[in-house]
């Protein structure tokens, strides 16, 4: 069956960087997209971008662009998700999702979540 | 940017109907997803391309869509169905995934 497993929990300090992974299984990695949502303590989701493994193509959410970097290994199934100076605002649970490559398709798998803490 | 609105909160009795609002500009030339997300849990896809739904989700979940607004429809309502739920679209323009803003359903 798809199965996404994310990496564990993560706390960290303002002003640093943090990496969350993504391992995919039971289908083809290559051959969908794999997004990142993200959502705050008792918040909404919110988009981050999403990578395509088939060619490195990515697309990252206006508010995150220039801290976030989407990357995809095709030998080992895995996405990363990296978020670099880190504050206070960037605490809540990260999400990694599979959708088709269709520009309107919907997200048909999710990660587990991975919890990601910032404090001083 | 585009803007998915959908009310907070909504409460329902066990048996009845819950029907959740999305609105969104132009939101009738868009597909529209939902999903439902549990108390800490990951969402969950119930409804596809405006009204598809997908394998295992119960045929008292529909979707619809007229207008400016996307409606989910969850029929005689239970208590597992209490969750928040959100609508979502690919906004083309801007080529950004777009959540709403998310519904709590709580059933009293």
């Known amino acids: 069956q798809v199965l996404l497993a994310q990496s564990g929990v993560e706390m960290t300090k303002p002003g640093a960087s943090v990496r969350v992974s993504c391992k995919a299984s039971?289908?083809?990695?290559?051959?969908?997209?794999v997004i990142w949502v993200r959502q705050a303590p008792g918040q909404g989701l919110e988009w981050m971008g999403w990578?395509?493994?088939?060619?490195?193509?990515?697309i990252y959410a206006q508010k995150m662009q220039g801290r976030v970097s989407l990357t995809a290994d095709k030998l080992t199934g895995s996405a990363f998700m990296d978020l670099r100076n880190l504050t206070s605002d960037d605490t809540g649970v990260y999400y990694c999702?599979?959708?088709?490559?269709?520009?309107?398709?919907?997200?048909?798998?999710w990660g587990q979540g991975t919890l990601v803490t910032v404090f001083s | 940017s585009y803007v998915l609105t959908q009310p907070p909160s909504l409460a329902v009795a066990p048996g009845k109907t819950a029907t959740i609002i999305c609105g969104g500009n132009?939101?009738?030339?868009?597909?529209v997803h939902w999903y439902q997300q549990k108390a800490g849990q990951a969402p969950v896809l119930v409804i596809s391309y405006d009204s598809d739904r997908p394998s295992g989700i119960p045929d008292r979940i529909s979707g619809s869509k007229s207008g400016n607004t996307a409606t989910l429809t969850i029929s005689r309502v239970e208590a597992g169905d209490e969750a928040d739920y959100y609508c979502?679209?690919?906004?083309?323009?801007?080529?950004?995934?777009?959540f709403g803003t998310g519904t709590k359903v709580t059933v009293l």
């Open positions: 039971g289908y083809t990695f290559v051959s969908y997209a």
């Open positions: 979502q679209v690919w906004d083309l323009d801007s080529e950004h995934y777009v």
């Open positions: 999702a599979r959708k088709d490559y269709g520009s309107g398709s919907p997200v048909d798998y």
């Open positions: 132009d939101i009738g030339s868009q597909r």
């Open positions: 990578i395509s493994p088939y060619n490195g193509d990515t």
